[in-house]
T-cell receptor, first 108, second 114 residues
Framework: AQRVTQPEKLLSVFKGAPVELKCNYSYSGSPELFWYVQYSRQRLQLLLRHISRESIKGFTADLNKGETSFHLKKPFAQEEDSAMYYCALSGAGNQFYFGTGTSLTVIP | DGGITQSPKYLFRKEGQNVTLSCEQNLNHDAMYWYRQDPGQGLRLIYYSQIVNDFQKGDIAEGYSVSREKKESFPLTVTSAQKNPTAFYLC?????????????FGPGTRLTVL
């Protein structure tokens, strides 16, 4: 069965500190992995995807197939990073599976 | 701020009534989705459609129904059979094909059953 696990419901870090949001997945195949973000009063939107291997707003995420993980990292957290973050997986048939989300709070 | 629109933003319904949530997109996307978002449970897939006149059940389809008569529209009906319908409902769409799997989301509809 396909599943995405985000073990932390809440995460608080101080401004300027490193932040890591964890995501583990299980999928029998070659999935595409994504991170979506939902800022207060805004729509859910794509932050980054593993196939692009890009850095968006200072965030990066590396797909580790051995550990089946796709953790989101940023070396220096900013207040504007406070939001809800969802890890998601796309498999065959264009179906998406989302984790339960991690609410990140960056403390000034 | 086009793309995907959902209406209404807030919806109230009495127990025992069916209610239909609207979702329209002008992105020419083939696939459309309905999710339910509850605190602590993330997004759970209700129904999705990859092509007009075809749709598949997601993980929590019981008590819901959909139609896809037009490419642009994917309305969701919450029936009286849905035991706990109070929730935030999100519609999304995506273009088909590998490499184009980004989902675009609507602003959501908050349904409250009184």
């Amino acid at each position: 069965a396909q599943r995405v696990t985000q073990p932390e419901k809440l995460l608080s870090v101080f401004k300027g500190a490193p932040v890591e949001l964890k995501c583990n997945y299980s999928y029998s195949g070659s999935p595409e992995l994504f991170w979506y973000v939902q800022y207060s009063r805004q729509r859910l939107q794509l932050l980054l995807r593993h196939i692009s291997r890009e850095s968006i707003k200072g965030f990066t995420a590396d797909l580790n197939k051995g550990e089946t993980s796709f953790h989101l990292k940023k070396p220096f957290a900013q207040e504007e990073d406070s939001a809800m973050y969802y890890c998601a997986l796309s498999g065959a048939g264009n179906q998406f599976y989302f984790g339960t989300g991690t609410s990140l709070t960056v403390i000034p | 701020d086009g793309g995907i629109t959902q209406s209404p933003k807030y919806l109230f319904r009495k127990e025992g009534q069916n209610v239909t949530l609207s979702c329209e997109q002008n992105l020419n996307h083939d696939a459309m989705y309905w999710y339910r978002q509850d605190p602590g449970q993330g997004l759970r897939l209700i129904y999705y459609s990859q092509i007009v006149n075809d749709f598949q059940k997601g993980d929590i389809a019981e008590g819901y129904s959909v139609s896809r008569e037009k490419k642009e529209s994917f309305p969701l009906t919450v029936t009286s059979a849905q035991k706990n319908p109070t929730a935030f409902y999100l519609c999304a769409s995506t273009a088909q094909g590998k490499g184009y799997n980004e989902q675009f989301f609507g602003p959501g509809t908050r349904l409250t059953v009184l």
